[in-house]
């Protein structure tokens, strides 16, 4: 019964999320010259999910839904299957930004590097993954594992006093960059996790965490990026990655 009223929380919280876009400005509809001279596009077109599909799934219809430049994900939703939506695309060396708001107590993620194939059941199993979590409110498991905060890479490392992401339903800002193997990831501009993903360290952190089970677990600096679809309610916007 806890499982079910808790995620029942987010309906009213997904409606406050897309009537705030239709009330505001918040919702990015262009790059300034400066973005774009720079090199960013957006990765997410704000009216629907062309350019994404479903993990290992050629499946249109998903718990997924877009409304005034908003990307949710609803695990209530009727119709529609399960699943992660990943890009079409592989990135190799790339700077990716989005914003974020979760439920009361969600959990989900933002993973790079993702292969896909019928032998990797999950996203999990390849790409490593940019926790998003309500620090606050999580499930105590989470709570005392800092490498499961928000902003962290999950299970795996986290610069732990960074990790500070607003309070459930607001809109936290979140950063990836990748450059030749080298990974870093910011949380309303703080850093969160930097890695090597080829050093030595990275590797033993890898052995000593539960994603040693996965043999292709991080193996690759290159591949899609995917978004979760957790048993908990989430929302992006302003997706946008530039290649460097």
């Known amino acids: 019964m806890y499982f079910i009223n808790k995620h029942l929380l987010f309906i009213p919280l997904l409606f406050i999320i897309f009537q705030s876009c239709s009330n505001s400005n918040s919702t990015s509809k262009s ?58 695309k592989s990135y190799k060396n790339f700077e990716l930004a989005f914003d974020w708001s979760i439920a009361k107590g969600g959990n989900s993620g933002v993973f790079i590097n993702v292969q896909e194939d019928p032998k990797y059941s999950a996203t999990f199993a390849t790409g490593v993954e940019m926790q998003l979590l309500d620090n606050a409110n999580a499930e105590p498991r989470h709570q005392k594992d800092s490498t499961h905060w928000a902003g962290c890479i999950y299970d795996v490392s986290c610069i732990g006093n960074q990790s500070k992401p607003k309070p459930f339903g607001e809109w936290n800002s979140s950063r990836i960059v990748q450059k030749d193997g080298k990974v870093s990831f910011y949380l309303n501009g ?3 996790a930097e890695e090597d993903l080829s050093g030595p360290a990275w590797k033993a952190k890898v052995q000593q965490s539960n994603l040693k089970v996965h043999p292709d677990f991080a193996k690759t600096t290159e591949g899609k990026i995917a978004f979760q679809n957790h048993t908990d309610s989430v929302a992006f916007r302003n997706i946008k990655i530039r290649e460097i």
């Not at 479903?54 to 299957?81: E, Q, T, Y």
Request: charged share 20%.
């Open 31 to 88: 790059l300034t010259d400066a973005e774009q001279k720079a090199g960013w596009q957006f990765l997410f077109n704000g009216e629907n999910t062309e350019g994404w599909h479903i993990f290992n799934s050629a499946a249109k219809d998903s718990k997924w839904i877009v409304n005034n430049g908003v990307l949710a994900c609803s695990p209530h939703k009727k119709d529609g299957i399960f699943g992660d939506l990943t890009t079409d």
């Open 190 to 192: 703080a850093l969160t």
